[in-house]
């Protein structure tokens, strides 16, 4: 690039320019991912390590906080610090979201048809198989309306 900050793509005379802001609830999914991957609960500084160490400490403790609050997550004390472990894998993350999102409109049933209506054939014939499935022992939402998997009713409908 002709601006002397090739990474960047700035302007030759001007500041380079930003770098693209992570997509939302994608620095979430990756430090859960790495946290999925410990041996058993880990300390922030291991799930820093093992996103290759470009993230601040703290933003790591952010990011494992609010998974906390959303029920991805516990953690225990352990010493000083704390120790977390996985509640719910990046799907039931994104099913969580899902949930969240529906839940704070007023029509749901625009929403969900809108929804359904843009899903791909073979997406479609997935979420129609899931429908279809019988499970009455399968598991349920957490307590805190965290991740999982909700009870089933009737048909599959609320």
């Known amino acids: 690039m002709a601006d ?7 302007e030759p005379d ?12 994608q620095l979430e999914a990756q430090v859960l991912s790495a946290l999925g991957q410990s041996p058993g609960p880990a300390t922030a500084a291991w799930v820093q390590e093992r996103l290759g160490g470009g993230l601040a400490y703290t ?6 906080t609010r998974l906390r609050v959303k029920g991805a997550v516990t953690r225990e004390r352990a010493g000083r610090s704390f120790v ?10 994104a099913a969580f979201r899902m949930r969240r999102v529906l ?3 007023t029509d749901r049933h625009a929403v969900l048809a809108s929804f359904v209506s843009a899903l791909g054939p073979d997406d479609e014939r997935l979420l129609r198989a899931l429908l279809a499935e019988e499970d009455p022992d399968g598991p ?6 965290g991740p999982g998997h909700g009870p089933r009713t009737e048909g599959g409908k609320d």
């Open 4 to 10: 002397g900050h090739p990474a960047t793509g700035g």
């Open 59 to 64: 933003t790591v403790v952010t990011i494992l």
């Open 103 to 105: 839940e704070s409109e």
């Open 14 to 25: 001007g500041p380079p320019a930003r770098p693209r802001r992570r997509g939302q609830g």
């Open 84 to 93: 977390w472990t996985p509640a719910a894998d990046v799907a039931g993350l």
């Open 140 to 145: 349920e939402d957490t307590p805190d309306g």
